[in-house]
């Protein structure tokens, strides 16, 4: 990759992106009734300022930053949610 490739991206980072402060998920598990299935509800805080992706091409609005497990868990299993909310930058 050229040096001029380089220099029109923004540097990738590591982690968290800067400004974006690790986002806290609660989950829920709402069981089935007759007139609707099981859901799994997802809260998670939306930041209104969207910090740029690493790549520089989205805004992040909302991420779990990768796979985390949840309280729940369905035939022994924990259940791991892993939520991106972006739009193009």
């Known amino acids: 990759m050229s040096a001029e490739r380089t220099a029109d991206r923004p540097p990738r980072r590591s982690g968290a992106p800067t400004g974006n402060p690790t986002m806290s998920a ?43 497990p949840t309280p729940i868990t369905i035939n022994g299993q924990v259940v791991k949610v892993g939520l991106t909310a972006f739009y193009k930058a």
């Open 26 to 68: 609660t989950y829920e598990l709402r069981p089935a009734t007759k007139t609707a299935p099981a859901t799994l509800v997802v809260t998670i805080p939306v930041n209104a300022d969207a910090p740029l992706s690493s790549t520089g091409k989205t805004r992040l609005v909302a991420t779990t930053h990768g796979n985390q």
